[in-house]
């Protein structure tokens, strides 16, 4: 999660340190019908040879979760591009519900800025 945030800081120029506080909640997930992408080859399938941590990727990357959105798809599970080996989950919304995803109180509050995460990739 924080490699996410750290990347997501950089790429739209805010110093990390304007970002704070941070309240992060767990949130438990039980849904069906996820699309994984972390096999091997799986991206490639798509015509993405590798991810770059960058929103420039996007018009390649946004239109494959929109295709598994419209055939059904609950979630896409898939390789973070911020950090090596890392996974992120993209649950869909349809509507207003989050069904199948649950808060878990309390949050986390982080005041200072966590340690940048090994592998980051910004």
Known sequence: MWAEWYRHSSEAAVPPA???????????????E??????????AAHGIERLDPTRRQWPKTQPIGEAYFRDGARAVLAPSAARRGGQ???????????????????????????????????
């Open 18 to 32: 304007r970002r704070m506080p941070r309240a992060i909640w767990r949130i438990e997930v039980d849904v069906d």
């Open 34 to 43: 996820v699309a994984d992408l972390t096999g091997e080859g799986a991206l």
């Open 88 to 122: 992120v989950l993209a649950v869909f919304r349809r509507g207003r519900a989050h069904r199948g995803l649950t808060a878990v109180p309390p949050p986390q509050r982080f005041d200072k800025l966590p340690a940048i995460p090994r592998g980051l990739r910004t």
